[in-house]
C-alpha cells in the first residue's frame, strides 16, 4: 500500500487499485484527526467512546481530503454477518454524520452508483476492497474472525455476480491492514468454529507454542475465499500490515484493549 499524506492526513491505497481512474479508494490511518488519548487521532468511529464532535470534524477533514461532502459516504452498522447491502442513490449519507442512520445489520456493502463512498470500519478485522473494472462496480467488506468463517467475502462476489453480472475472474481486490498473522492469538473456540465452519484450516489456523492457542491467519482465509470465487492471484493485493505491530499508524482493538478509534476503509465509483 501506499501513504499519501496530505495536510497530515494518512490515507492509504492499494497499488492494484491506484491504476484505475474510474475510482477513488483509501484506508485511513491515525494521523492527522482532532481526537484525543487513545482515539488520537483520526478516528472514524462513533460510538466508540469518543467525542462525537470530533469524530465529526475527523469525518469532515477526510472527506474535504477526499474531495467529497459528508453525504458523499454511507457507513455500515456492523454486526459480524454475511449479510451484503447494495447501495444506491437512496442510500447515499447513510451513517455519515451519526451511526443510527447507517444501513443497519450489514457487513458488505456494494454499488454501482456513481459518487459515494461506500464505508466500513474496523479496529484489527480486515477490510477488503474488491472492483469490477468490466462493469464498473464496487465492493468494500468488513471481515472480522466471525465475519470470515460466516465466509462474507464469497457472499459479497456472489451478490456483485447476481446484482451486476460480474465475472470473478475480473475483480481487482485489496486485503488491508488488521490483525496479522504473527499476531492474532486465538482459543480453542475459534479453532473450533473455523473446522466446523472451513472444513479445513490448512495455513489458516496454525499451532503456537502455547497450550490451547492458536494463530488464525485472516488474511490467508480472505485469500483463499477470493480464490474460490474465481479472483485471479494477480489481481489481489494483500497490505501484509498488521494493526497490532502498526498500532501507531492503524487503530488496533487488541493493542488498545478495546478502547479505541476506527479505521475506514471506503471506495468511490468516479
Ligand atoms: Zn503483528
Redesign the pocket.
Known amino acids: 500500500m501506499e501513504n499519501t499524506n496530505k495536510g497530515g492526513v494518512d490515507l492509504f491505497r492499494f497499488g492494484n487499485l491506484e491504476k484505475f481512474d474510474t475510482i477513488d479508494h483509501f484506508i485511513t490511518g491515525r494521523a492527522g484527526g482532532f481526537s484525543k488519548g487513545p482515539f488520537a487521532s483520526m478516528n472514524t468511529g462513533f460510538h466508540v467512546g469518543d467525542n462525537d464532535w470530533y469524530v465529526l470534524q475527523n469525518r469532515k477533514k477526510l472527506a474535504s481530503m477526499l474531495g467529497v461532502d459528508l453525504t458523499g459516504f454511507t457507513f455500515a452498522s456492523q454486526t459480524h454477518s454475511s449479510n451484503v447491502t447494495l447501495v444506491d442513490q437512496c442510500k447515499r449519507g447513510k451513517g455519515s454524520t451519526e451511526s443510527e442512520t447507517a444501513i443497519p445489520n450489514t457487513d458488505a456493502l456494494i454499488t454501482k452508483t456513481k459518487g459515494i463512498f461506500i464505508c466500513i470500519q474496523v479496529a484489527d478485522c480486515v477490510p477488503i476492497i474488491l472492483y469490477d473494472p468490466e462493469n464498473r462496480a464496487a465492493a468494500v467488506i468488513h471481515a472480522g474472525w466471525r465475519g470470515t468463517l460466516r465466509k462474507v467475502t464469497e457472499a459479497t462476489i456472489r451478490m456483485m455476480m447476481q446484482t451486476f453480472e460480474t465475472h470473478p475472474s475480473e475483480l481487482v481486490a485489496g486485503i488491508g491492514p488488521s490483525n496479522?498473522p504473527?499476531?492474532y492469538e486465538v482459543g480453542e473456540d475459534v479453532k473450533n468454529e473455523a473446522l466446523k465452519s472451513l472444513g479445513s484450516i490448512k495455513d489458516v489456523i496454525k499451532p503456537t507454542k502455547k497450550k490451547e492457542k492458536y494463530i488464525f491467519d485472516q488474511w490467508h482465509a480472505n485469500l483463499l475465499q477470493l480464490r474460490y470465487a474465481g479472483v485471479k492471484e494477480k489481481n489481489i493485493e494483500i497490505a501484509g500490515i498488521?494493526s497490532?505491530?502498526h498500532s501507531d499508524n492503524f487503530y488496533s482493538s487488541r493493542k488498545d484493549n478495546g478502547i479505541t478509534g476506527r479505521t475506514t476503509a471506503g471506495i468511490m465509483l468516479k
Open positions: 496479522g504473527c499476531c498488521c497490532q505491530c
